[in-house]
């Protein structure tokens, strides 16, 4: 059974610009959460989708956004990157009320 | 608002030794989970570990083991005969078991050095 699939695995952006990052979530699942990792932050919950809706937001911007398609794979999208989105996005899936499989990351940096 | 803990920001074991990481929390609901996540140096977040709050028996998956105190919302993660790669992160992890969310929120970490 194919895991977490997070897409692209790196990314250099310059400020100002916009940047989408893709996950693929484990086959059954219909939850999606996304993390922001920074070595000052740790852990940050940025959102979770369940059957293309958003269920919970974190505490970021508008600047982020997101959505979920009908086939559970989810986007995130950053505009007008800033310097201090340079971070280690993670996507999770769960099943029920289960715990989360995460991908491996998309290492984002913004220079 | 819940908050997790980690008051160990780094630990060494040697090799074929025991250690304990700490994690403390705080919340007001009675009915939730923990979590121990493992992320070694592949950024790859592994599940290690997790217990449910209404269950008084601590959970054990073959060398890892914790130690739940419910009343000093205390969760600790010990490992056994430690191995070369149980080196990395240890994130200690709380999620609500209220329906509509699975928004975790996790601790700032441990590094783990294991010592040949």
């Known amino acids: 059974k194919a895991g977490v699939t997070q897409t692209p695995r790196y990314l250099i952006k310059t400020r100002g610009q916009q940047v989408t990052l893709s996950c693929s979530p484990i086959?059954?699942?219909?939850?999606v959460s996304w993390y922001q990792q920074t070595p000052g932050q740790g852990l940050q919950f940025l959102f979770e989708?369940?059957?293309?809706?958003?269920?919970n937001k974190g505490n970021f911007p508008g600047r982020f956004s997101g959505r979920q398609f009908s086939n559970s794979r989810s986007e995130m999208n950053v505009s007008t990157l800033e310097l201090g989105d340079s971070a280690l996005y993670l996507c999770?899936?769960?099943?029920?009320?289960?715990?989360?499989?995460f991908g491996q990351g998309t290492r984002l940096t913004v220079v | 608002a819940q908050t997790v803990t980690q008051s160990q920001p780094e630990m060494s074991v040697q090799e074929a030794e025991t250690v304990t990481l700490s994690c403390t929390y705080d919340?007001?609901?009675?009915?939730?989970?923990l979590f121990w996540y493992k992320q070694p140096p592949s950024r790859q977040m592994i599940l290690v570990i997790r217990q449910e709050a209404y269950k008084q028996q601590n959970a054990t998956e073959n060398r890892f083991s914790v130690n739940f105190q419910k009343a000093a919302k205390s969760f600790s993660l010990k490992i056994s005969d430690s191995q070369l790669g149980d080196a990395a992160m240890y994130f200690c992890?709380?999620?609500?078991?209220?329906?509509?969310?699975?928004?975790?929120?996790f601790g700032t970490g441990t590094r783990l050095k294991v010592l040949a």
């Open positions: 989708y369940f059957s293309e809706t958003q269920r």
């Open positions: 086959s059954g699942h219909r939850s």
């Open positions: 999770a899936s769960s099943l029920g009320d289960s715990e989360a499989f």
């Open positions: 992890a709380y999620k609500r078991t209220t329906s509509g969310t699975y928004k975790y929120i």
């Open positions: 919340t007001s609901e009675s009915d939730y989970y």
